[in-house]
């Protein structure tokens, strides 16, 4: 009896240390959060925690949705909820504490079945675009929301190809569409609208431009205007654009007397006002690519391309000519990833690698230069995730995305830097 006896007493005790580690576990990531410390690029250091919103949202675990953050509201959208066939999500789910809860907004949004489409606020609504259906069917229509419960048509047949994988942003008071890939090819375009029906290509545009080093200067003296090609910007970023300055502050002595002058200056008086003359540049075409507003250009960060897995970094001052930051960025080549524009610079996080899913989170002032901040944050390893900056306070919300064909999530997170 008393081997008995002993045996469930001991029984009992392991069964409340079993019971009991678990809780004192989330009770400490909750008060002790996992956390990670970087330096920004004023040389201080900075923390940055994550912390779980919800462990469990009611919404299908599910990736490649749409999602966007506005009116006070974080809306997310289609997405897909079984990898390789249908059936894709038709719903819209919505939360008004920033992820912590989420309540149903439309069972049917009206567009159907839709994955790898892209969404984004511009004035107050939320715009979603494109994407696959079906049979894997692309679409090129353009819908609107102002509360996640009520949707209206756009367009049932926008201007731009019907695509997937492509980005959409608020820049520079118009909503644009980026990249993607298409039935033909992958796609290196970019589109805008002012009122989402109607959308147009970009065409050249007057530009601030601050001073550059070490700047070779053609003058051409049919219209006395000097042309500015290459130079180092205030990073020291080498800079691959052709530019007309018709600044009266530029030195006579670089207009000259012969139709084409080739000369090397230290610099160039600051501001002076540009405009981008040259053929249209574009990125490489690819898909499934992050894109954001930064520091007053249009960002491409990675994605997938005709050649495999991307880790460059391009950027538009109007989202007509194109300009690298990057052609071989620190992190590894991957695509649906996010990044999150902040004040402090650019965060890329997680995405799908050749072989895995990443758990890293990475972080550059200036688009050129990152810096890994952490290898293995605890959110996991995943892809085709939403996240963006919380316009309800500091910090960064990480919602959904995958692990595997398998493992999709519900769940959504706070990063706090």
């Known amino acids: 009896m008393m081997g008995i006896f002993n045996y469930r007493v001991a029984a009992k005790k392991s069964l409340r240390v079993a019971l009991i580690l678990p809780a004192v576990f989330t009770l400490a990531f909750f008060w002790f959060p996992p956390c990670c410390a970087f330096a920004d690029d004023r ?44 059936p894709f999500a038709q719903d819209s789910w919505v939360s008004t504490d920033c992820g912590g809860t989420w309540e149903i907004g439309a069972s049917e949004c009206g567009f159907g079945e839709r ?36 949707w209206f048509e756009d367009t049932g047949n926008a201007q731009f190809s019907a695509r997937r994988g492509h980005r959409m942003a608020d820049f520079l008071g ?68 052709w530019l007309r300055c018709e600044d009266p502050r530029v030195p006579e002595t670089f207009r000259g007397d012969r139709n084409v002058d080739i000369r090397v200056i230290s610099a160039l008086p600051a501001p002076c006002d540009f405009f981008i003359e040259t053929r249209e540049v574009r990125f490489p075409g690819r898909e499934d690519h992050a894109c954001v507003v930064y520091d007053g250009r249009l960002w491409v960060i990675g994605g997938a391309g005709r050649n495999g897995l991307l880790n460059d970094v391009w950027f538009s001052y109007d989202g007509y000519a194109w300009q690298c930051a990057s052609r071989k960025a620190e992190f590894a080549p991957r695509s649906r990833h996010a990044a999150v524009a902040t004040d402090k610079g650019l965060f890329v996080i997680g995405g799908a690698g050749d072989m895995e899913a990443f758990a890293d989170v990475w972080f550059s002032a200036d688009g050129t230069d990152w810096k890994r901040l952490c290898e293995k944050a605890p959110f996991g390893g995943r892809y085709s995730h939403a996240a963006f900056r919380n316009d309800s306070g500091d910090g960064i919300i990480l919602i959904g995305g995958a692990a595997s064909k398998f493992d999709f999530f519900s769940d959504s997170w706070l990063l706090i830097y």
């Open 43 to 86: 040389g201080s250091e900075t923390e940055m925690e994550f912390r779980v919103l919800n462990g469990s949202a009611p919404f299908s675990a599910r990736h490649s949705f749409a999602c966007g953050q506005g009116n006070g509201r974080t809306i997310i959208c289609g997405g897909a909820v079984r990898e390789g066939f249908s």
């Open 174 to 241: 118009r909503l644009w569409v980026v990249g993607g890939r298409d039935e033909r090819d992958y796609c290196n375009d970019s589109w805008y609208t002012r009122e989402g029906s109607k959308w147009r290509r970009p065409e050249p545009s007057r530009v601030r431009f601050d001073p550059r080093r070490e700047t070779t200067v053609t003058v051409m003296t049919a219209d006395r205007s000097v042309w500015v090609i290459g130079g180092n910007d205030r990073h020291g970023r080498v800079i691959d654009s």
């Open 115 to 150: 994955e790898a489409l892209a969404g984004s606020f511009y004035e107050g609504k939320f715009y979603v675009s494109a994407g696959a259906g079906r049979g894997f069917r692309t679409y090129n229509d353009v819908w609107h929301t102002r509360d996640g419960r009520k």
